[in-house]
């Protein structure tokens, strides 16, 4: 069992920057992959970032790349996503999820977590 808990979102004008967190507790953390998504009111949960088990490995939708970084500290159990240079369209409640165990699927599918944080807000205004 995992548990992720994310932190960090909240209110921001255009342009400027967020740094979410995603703190996970239980077994095997250090074995998983890690990805954030995202989800607009009346959209699809959409992949964010993506980072492998050791993370040795990043991988970003077009819409973030540039402008996001993905990142982990597996002696700390956590996983953040740094946002730069925000746009309103970047609006959404933003979820932590964990893949299974040295897991060799397409981390960039909906359907490919197995553990999912609560989400936290992010609201960028023009």
């Known amino acids: 069992q995992v548990q992720l808990i994310e932190s960090g979102g909240g209110l921001v004008q255009a342009g400027g920057s967020l740094r979410l967190s995603c703190a996970a507790s239980?077994?095997?953390?250090?074995?998983?992959?890690m990805t954030w998504f995202r989800q607009a009111p009346g959209k699809e949960r959409e992949f964010v970032a993506g980072?492998?088990?050791?993370?040795?490995?990043?991988t970003y939708a077009d819409s973030v790349k540039g402008r996001y970084t993905i990142s982990r500290d597996n002696a700390k159990n956590t996983v953040s996503l740094q946002m730069n240079s925000l746009k309103p369209e970047d609006t959404a409640a933003y979820y932590c999820?964990?893949?299974?165990?040295?897991?060799?699927?397409?981390?960039?599918?909906?359907?490919?977590?197995?553990?999912w944080g609560q989400g936290t807000q992010v609201t960028v205004s023009s």
């Open positions: 239980g077994q095997n953390f250090g074995s998983r992959a």
């Open positions: 999820a964990a893949g299974r165990p040295y897991g060799t699927g397409d981390i960039t599918a909906p359907n490919s977590p197995e553990y």
């Open positions: 980072i492998s088990w050791r993370g040795g490995w990043t």
